[in-house]
């Protein structure tokens, strides 16, 4: 199977993208559901961050709190990091059960850290939305109504604009309308659809 990862920093369009891609036809595995999935009730996931981070992070009907377990990792680099070492390994098996199940001509892995983490391994080629940390950060607290100071923390903590856009291997700018976004993506996809082609004929 051929897998195109999809990556960028929040509120740079991935999901817009990703969303016109399925309307195409394309199975979307995507890490953040895959993340979700990994610490409902009963999972081996969830019992790990109960030990680790306390019952606090815990709601009354046993689910994950995300939002308190997403202030404590997001001002302390080192929580940040117990969190990952527990939930990483989980979501990257999650995410190869959900690839090898796909049927599309290419697979689309959306993932805010597929650079940050081994994901990219998983990947053929590196697809960027990337946006302007100015409309990063409007997107974001009028989307999920948040404090400014919150989402900024979250750019703070993802891998540096320049970085990523180092590492792809097609970079889209999504400063504009969502027209131009779809007028750019169509061009992607019969590239991506060529390639997937050419793997799948050379036995990969």
Known sequence: MFVVGL????????????DYLAGKGIT????????????????????L?????????IAADGSLDRRALREIVFADAAERQALEAITHPAIGE?????????????TLLVSPLLLDTSQHQLTHRILLIDAPETLQLARTTARDKVARK???????????????IG????????DGLLAHLHQKLD??????????????ASGG
Request: charged share 20%; glycine share 8%.
């Open 7 to 18: 990556t960028g920093g929040i509120g740079s369009g991935k999901t817009a993208a990703s």
């Open 94 to 106: 999650e995410i190869r059960r959900q690839i090898a199940a796909s049927t599309s001509p290419y």
């Open 28 to 47: 979307i595995v995507d890490a953040d559901l895959a993340s979700r999935v990994i610490v409902e009730p009963g999972q081996p996931a969830l019992g």
């Open 49 to 57: 961050i109960r030990e680790r981070f306390g019952t606090g992070v």
């Open 150 to 164: 919150q989402v900024e923390a979250i750019i703070a903590a993802q891998m540096p604009r320049q970085a990523r």
């Open 187 to 200: 061009a992607l996809h019969q590239q991506y659809l060529a390639l997937a082609a050419d793997h799948s």
């Open 167 to 174: 590492r792809a291997d097609d970079v889209l700018l999504n």
